[in-house]
């Protein structure tokens, strides 16, 4: 069974930082494409930056050169770093595994459509 538990969020102010964690259990971590989506209230879920079973990476434009993503393949963990943080990066973050994705198609087109989810992390940023 492919279990993803997110932690990390919290309250911050416009500004600061955040690290994200994603515990990966039963998934097969360094093949695929694992990715960290969020979504704001009243708005679709986006994904905002993807990581391949090679390392490479690619991130929405709304948050490149603030957030990074990277992944632990021995402690099975995936990382969203997120620095100079804006209240319009407010939402729950979500990581998901997309075994037959790259990382550049599903910044580009995908919102639901994973294999795995977890069950999200909250993050609010105040102004």
């Known amino acids: 069974e492919v279990q993803l538990v997110e932690s990390g969020g919290g309250s911050v102010q416009a500004g600061g930082s955040l690290r994200l964690s994603c515990a990966v259990s039963g998934y097969r971590f360094s093949s695929g494409c694992m990715a960290w989506f969020r979504e704001a209230p009243g708005n679709q879920r986006e994904a905002v930056a993807a990581?391949?079973?090679?390392?490479?990476?690619t991130y929405a434009a709304s948050v490149e050169g603030r957030f990074t993503i990277s992944k632990d393949s021995a402690k099975k963990i995936l990382y969203l770093e997120m620095d100079s943080l804006k209240p319009e990066d407010t939402g729950m973050y979500y990581c998901a595994t997309g075994e037959s994705y790259t990382s550049e198609y599903v910044i580009a087109n995908v919102r639901y459509g994973m294999n795995y989810w977890g069950k999200g992390t909250l993050v609010t940023v105040s102004s």
């Open positions: 990581i391949d079973g090679d390392g490479s990476t």
